[in-house]
């Protein structure tokens, strides 16, 4: 190699060439289900959401259950993995997010893949500007067909009642991308 070029690798590994994951739906009302929602603590216009959701959720006949996470890497990461396998088993669907920025982006699609494991009904919630990012995460761990839901960029700097709003406006996307018919 000359003197003058350097080699600069590729920071990514090739998307899976195996089928997508199966997905699943609810096919059906969500009266007597039980919805997990995996909140973020650095996020709280998700937070304000899904507090929202929770709330339709509950209006609605489900009952909810929730965990915030709090960490991606060490032991507060191993812990909230560990909580959200727990989750995935003991829920009907969930609500995974929030997916707005390239870690959180991240671990809300390793996340709602582990709900698609536990073969449980699940959307990943992003923000417009990490949706690419988003799918590319999803065919990476072979789950290309996951459920994504996109909400406005940027999400933080949202006053609330633009956020009300936005939780009123996606909400019946949300129930529709997991397959709920009334």
């Not at 090739?14 to 009302?29: H, K, R």
């Not at 009952?63 to 396998?85: L, P, V």
């Not at 992003?126 to 072979?142: I, R, S, Y």
Request: charged letters at 25%; one cysteine or more; proline letters at 5%.
């Amino acid at each position: 190699m000359s003197e003058n070029r350097i080699l600069v690798r590729k920071p990514t590994a090739a998307p899976s060439t195996e089928p997508a994951a199966p997905t699943f739906t609810v096919d059906g009302g969500i009266n007597g289900k039980r919805v997990g929602f995996r909140t973020d603590s650095a996020w709280r216009s998700w937070s304000l959401i899904a507090d929202i959701w929770n709330g339709y959720l509950q209006r609605d006949g489900a009952t909810t259950d929730s965990y915030e996470t709090h960490g991606m890497i060490g032991d507060t990461g191993a812990t909230d993995r560990e909580q959200i396998d727990k989750l995935a088993e003991t829920v009907d669907f969930a609500i995974v997010g929030l997916g707005t920025c390239g870690s959180c982006t991240s671990f809300t699609i390793a996340d709602s893949v582990a709900f698609e494991d536990h073969e449980k009904p699940v959307i990943a919630v992003v923000t417009e500007e990490f949706a690419t990012h988003g799918h590319n995460v999803a065919n990476h761990l072979g789950h290309g067909d996951l459920k994504v839901l996109v909400l406005p960029y940027p999400l933080e700097a949202l006053p609330k009642e633009e956020l009300l709003q936005i939780a009123d406006d996606f909400y019946p996307k949300a129930l529709e991308l997991l397959g709920v018919t009334q």
